[in-house]
């Protein structure tokens, strides 16, 4: 079992920064993959970006790339999501995510961005 802890969500006006994080409750040797997605109203859950914990490597939807930036902190078991320049179109529950090394899916409950004047 891994539960994922997310934090940082929030209201912010267009054009303006937000960070979210989040925390396994495992350590990331056994998670091949984690990252975020998120699901606007009406609309299905898309992904925005995932990170290797291990290798770093990184994978972003089309529409964040060069605002959107995925790290992580493998000492604290953490990823987070750095975005800028957020659009009202960014709108949305964005929910982390965690592959296993045994191949199980793990979700965290989805933390609110609103992004509007």
């Known amino acids: 079992q891994v539960q994922l802890a997310e934090s940082g969500g929030g209201l912010v006006q267009p054009g303006g920064p937000l960070r979210l994080s989040c925390a396994a409750s495992?350590?990331?040797?056994?998670?091949?993959?984690m990252g975020w997605y998120r699901q606007a109203p009406g609309k299905e859950r898309e992904l925005v970006a995932t990170i290797t914990p291990l290798g770093g490597v990184t994978n972003y939807a089309d529409s964040v790339k060069g605002r959107f930036t995925i790290s992580r902190d493998n000492a604290k078991n953490t990823v987070y999501l750095q975005m800028n320049s957020l659009k009202p179109e960014d709108t949305a529950v964005y929910f982390c995510?965690?592959?296993?090394?045994?191949?199980?899916?793990?979700w965290g409950q989805g933390t609110q961005v609103t992004v509007s004047s």
């Open positions: 495992r350590s990331m040797f056994i998670i091949n993959a």
């Open positions: 995510y965690a592959h296993t090394t045994y191949g199980n899916d793990y």
